[in-house]
């Protein structure tokens, strides 16, 4: 299996940005957890610590079980009159709901 995700150029800003502003050594990491109303949930949070499961992309750390789910996604940062945030368009994803943070496959 190839570990592929993309990250658009505004994704990539804005992690390169916000670990700037870390002012530390660390990872932005992206993981599937259980939950949310779809099933499966993205969750988006800072590590200084890499495991031995993790792949590494660039500045962002994602474990082999994550990566399973996502494989093949976009990371992609959005910025509405509403707020901002990151985003995944995952292929595998059958449904997700409103929030866009929640999904099944």
Do not use: W
């Not at 150029?9 to 599937?32: H, M």
């Not at 099933?39 to 590494?56: L, P, Q, T, V």
């Not at 079980?65 to 910025?79: A, D, T």
């Amino acid at each position: 299996m190839t570990n592929k995700i993309e990250f658009t150029p505004e994704a990539n800003k804005q992690i390169l940005k916000i670990l700037s502003e870390q002012g530390e050594k660390s990872y932005f990491r992206i993981s599937v957890q259980g939950g949310g109303c779809s099933g499966f949930k993205y969750n988006f949070s800072f590590d200084g610590k890499i495991e031995k499961n993790d792949i590494i992309f660039n500045k962002t750390i994602i474990d082999k079980n994550s990566l399973e789910i996502i494989n093949g996604s976009i990371v992609h940062y959005k910025k509405e009159l509403i707020g901002s945030e990151f985003v995944i368009k995952n292929p595998k994803a059958t449904s997700s709901c409103g929030c866009g943070l929640s999904f099944s496959v």
